[in-house]
């Protein structure tokens, strides 16, 4: 717990000069002020970031965590828990979609085993910080203990901070776990105060009679636990899960350290709740890639007060959705730094 508070401490906000040099250099580019839109708004809060006038992104990583959900016990998806440890695999091989988009934009990939519930193949690239093989069902009771959502988190931290240690100028968040979208929802529900029906949607392809059914679960989960939104960790620790509570100090230990974190989708989303809860000065660090098409996202976002970059119906997770956020914030930041302004012109 004292490293999580630590941690916490250390985020301070952004650079208010550095922000107003950048936005100077952004109305003196060649080009109408402005016109750039989004990319103009990205570059300045990079400044902020990094305390630098002229933002730079070179060294990118995603980190996707990986953790199994005792809530499938409830059969509220397609999908055999199975699938999370194959799909792990998959990343290590460099065959998942993430895979392809992180070598296009020239981005490392760390995979991380937070709560998988199959005993995974050691591998070289693949950091094993495993809390338990899996939560436990949050339809009867808590998903994990406090100690252990605390542990989850300080872990995010750990493993964020040692990718401080290799160069880095940027971080996306990637998650892999059937069964996450359930405990997603939950969190959603919880935090936001919106109805469960609201924030829940058919994760891996539910017909109606299954979304309901998975919308019924998640209301018992909220009902057996009570999570408390004014203690976020007893809200991961309830109906979280230990995957999402390592993205949570992955999202914290970028901010202390000054680094944009460039959040995925509605898992991502959802741990970003729970990190923003603890640590309000977060927001200030967080891009958010894109708007997926779970029911809950939007809600998520809006709670958040944050606007995504792309609207292109993704729900693949991963990361995928980051991967392709980082590269438009690298664009941001290369065109304030290399486009030359109307003095340098001529």
Do not use: Y
């Not at 998650?175 to 969190?187: E, V």
């Amino acid at each position: 717990m004292n490293r999580l508070a630590d941690i916490i401490k250390m985020i301070k906000p952004l650079d208010e000069k550095a922000m107003s040099q950048a936005q100077s250099r952004q109305d003196t580019l060649t080009k109408p002020p402005g016109s750039l839109g989004r990319l103009e708004e990205l570059s300045v809060q990079l400044a902020g970031i990094q305390g630098k006038v002229m933002p730079q992104v070179k060294d990118k990583v995603i980190i996707i965590m990986a953790g199994d959900h005792g809530v499938v016990a409830e059969k509220i998806g397609n999908w055999p828990q199975t699938i999370t440890a194959q799909m792990v695999a998959n990343f290590l091989r460099g065959g998942a979609g993430i895979n392809v988009l992180a070598r296009q934009i020239g981005t490392r990939i760390t995979v991380v085993d937070m709560g998988v519930a199959s005993n995974l193949k050691q591998d070289p690239c693949l950091l094993s910080r495993k809390i338990s093989p899996g939560t436990w069902n949050m339809a009867l009771g808590p998903a994990m203990t406090l100690e252990q959502a605390v542990r989850a988190v300080e872990t995010g931290i750990e493993v964020m901070t040692a990718e401080v240690t290799r160069d880095l100028d940027i971080v996306g968040t990637g998650d892999m776990g059937i069964g996450n979208t359930t405990a997603s929802s939950a969190i959603c529900a919880a935090i936001t105060g919106k109805p469960v029906a609201e924030v829940t949607g058919q994760g891996t392809g539910l017909d109606d009679s299954q979304l309901e059914h998975k919308i019924a679960v998640i209301e018992k989960a909220l009902a057996v636990n009570h999570p408390d939104p004014a203690q976020p960790l007893d809200v991961l620790a309830k109906v979280g899960g230990f995957e999402i509570g390592g993205l949570a100090g992955v999202m914290l230990a970028a901010a202390a350290h000054r680094i944009p974190v460039v959040v995925d989708g509605f898992i991502s989303g959802a741990a970003a709740l729970i990190a923003t809860a603890l640590a309000p000065g977060l927001k200030d660090f967080i891009i958010p890639a894109h708007i997926s098409t779970e029911a809950g996202h939007q809600a998520l976002l809006k709670h958040l007060g944050l606007k995504p970059l792309l609207n292109l119906g993704l729900r693949l997770g991963e990361g995928t959705g980051a991967a392709l956020g980082i590269f438009l914030v690298e664009t941001a930041a290369r065109m304030l730094a290399e486009m030359t302004t109307f003095a340098e012109a001529g």
